[in-house]
């Protein structure tokens, strides 16, 4: 309890050393494994392997234009839930008769898996890119107006009652007052459909082609390159790390204020 | 403000009756092209039929076989894995770098690893829905017991509390208001990915069905299969809360939602 501050230091080294040797201890007992053959090469291709097949997939640039289709059919997605849902979630807080007419929509829509939708959205927008932003966004939408409707309602009633007496009209309670408000807990539906939004792209894409990770993921594991399998999945880990550092950093850096 | 919870109900389900006679009434005055979207009428006798010819039911059960598997699977490790991170410095340091990735990495990617190494079937929808679920019950149950108050376990320990009795009455129990949290949310994965790797990788259950008329133009029947898979999410996700409810009528957050 009482260790004085360079002993913490080396507890915390020897912690972060375990951290790292997890990893490098998993790395090698699966180099091992694939190299004493024991499972086929198909099954368990080598870690070298696939980190060489890591390195031909980034220089021959298929990588690249298959991350950024998935990623522009993600974000796309993502920024028309977070569009909409946050106009929703507005208009059902304010409005009782939106809210009457809505909720029950969204009591039915969020506990759903939107993926069984993905048929309809193929028979309605193609198999390219718009019926995979239209699932995305629909996927999305729910958590983020459930997020931005709690958020509105939660806003303390002294900061309404407050910027009234000051003399604030209706319109600029809201922009000024309640959708500031909101913006931690609005964030953080968004923070939650992030995931959602690359789940659903990358299943969209496996189950019915037009390009991207999911789909190039899927021909690989059709034709038994099981290299390439390996490598993609773990470009989807890095993307998925990378993403959730990015949105930490970002909440550190303009939501501080909100920390309590 | 109390109001008879069957008219509350029953006001609930005006605004869907509404859109259905909306719905009906366009499709019947022609302003719907029914070969993209089916009035309701023509989907509920797709619907009927599908529920007496039984296929529908068995691959129903197929699919919530799956996902019920698997979950139980994924809450089991997982309440034991965050118990044990929570508990122990050293096995934290160990797996934090392994349950990190994992977390961020979007699951559907591993469908197509599984389906490599497990073949179509069962087994590979298992394998997803329990990876899935495993996370949130891993990082829900280790963020409850993390956050017990060192005055409730200080009071345990001084009464003379053993150290296992420790991990049911105290730990366990404080954490149990996440654990359902996680349970919820694992939940809702369970089926998207049960469905996904229907979609993907098997010859059954009800997310190859819903693709299955899909692709062969039923469009009705597959309409009528997607309700039943909204219908039953609604169910599992209602019969959660019910159950998360009764077993935590004890806590404080059972009183705010009686006088909400």
Known sequence: MTARPHEEGVKAAGLRLRSLASVMLLLVIWESAARSQLAPPVLLPAFTVVAAELGRIIADGSLASDLALSLYRAFTGLALAGACGILLGMLMARSRVVHWLIDPLVAIGFPSPKIAFLPVFILWFGIESLSKILLVAFACVFPVIIGTYSAARAVHRVLVWSAFSLGTTQHALLTRVILPACYPRIFATLRIALPVALITTFTAEMVAGGGGMGATLVYSQRFFESPTVFAYILVMLGIGLLLDAAVHAFARRYLAWAEE | ?260
């Open chain 2, 1 to 260: 403000m109390r109001r008879d919870p069957l008219a509350h109900a029953l006001i609930r389900t005006v605004p869907l009756l509404l859109l259905g006679m909306l719905w009906q009434a366009a499709s019947s005055a022609g302003l719907i092209n029914t070969a993209f979207l089916p009035s309701p009428a023509t989907i509920s006798v797709a619907l009927a039929d599908l529920l007496g010819g039984g296929e529908i039911g068995r691959n129903i059960f197929i699919t919530l076989f799956r996902a019920g598997t698997g979950l139980l699977l994924g809450a089991v490790c997982g309440i034991w894995l965050g118990l044990m991170m929570a508990r122990s410095l050293k096995f934290r340091a160990w797996v934090t770098p392994i349950v990190g990735g994992t977390y961020s990495l979007p699951k559907s990617a591993l469908i197509p690893l599984f389906a490599l190494w497990f073949g179509i079937g069962s087994l590979t929808a298992i394998c997803a829905v329990y990876l899935a679920c495993l996370l949130p019950m891993t990082v829900n149950t280790f963020q409850g017991v993390v956050s017990t108050p060192k005055v409730l376990t200080w009071s345990a320990q001084a009464l003379g509390t053993s150290e296992r009795q420790m991990l049911s009455r105290i730990y366990l129990r404080h954490a149990l208001p996440d654990i359902f949290t996680g349970l919820r949310i694992a939940l809702g994965f369970s089926f998207v990915l049960a469905i996904s790797s229907e979609m993907i990788a098997s010859s059954s259950g009800i997310g190859k069905l819903v693709f299955f008329y899909g692709e062969n133009g039923a469009y009705d029947y597959m309409f009528a299969a997607i309700a039943c898979v909204i219908a039953v999410a609604f169910l599992c996700d209602r019969a959660m809360l019910a159950v998360s409810g009764w077993c935590l009528r004890w806590h404080e957050s059972a009183a705010n939602a009686r006088t909400a």
